[in-house]
């Protein structure tokens, strides 16, 4: 199992980004695909998931900004960040956890900077 995160970069507050995470050697309608992110000196922290029936979960800090869905067709999983501000900043990862045996596959993460 593979992912890739692409799609980071750098924002001005207020402004938007979407991040995909496509999914190789196994398929999205059986897994449930979460993103993480990690800030300097912070320890990695859930963002937002979405499970194998689409059912989806936030964290209270970007509920209403973040938007997390799925294109199980493409294997693909997005998250659309509105209203970025700079405490968004960090490294954000994607994570596949196997709802067969709850094994995690880790995705190289892609940087996010907020900042005018």
């Known amino acids: 199992v593979q992912l890739q995160a692409f799609g980071g970069g750098l924002v001005q507050p207020g402004g938007f980004l979407r991040l995909s995470c496509a999914v190789s050697?196994?398929?999205?309608?059986?897994?449930?695909v979460a993103w993480y992110r990690q800030a300097p000196g912070k320890q990695r922290e859930l963002v937002a998931g979405i499970s194998s029936g689409g059912i989806k979960n936030y964290a209270d800090s970007v509920k209403g900004r973040f938007t997390c869905s799925k294109d199980n067709a493409k294997n693909t999983v997005y998250l659309q960040m509105n209203s970025l501000k700079p405490e968004d900043t960090a490294v954000y990862y994607c994570t596949l956890i196997s709802d067969d045996d709850g094994s995690h596959y880790w995705g190289q993460g892609t940087q996010v900077t907020v900042s005018s």
């Open positions: 050697g196994t398929i999205l309608s059986i897994n449930t």
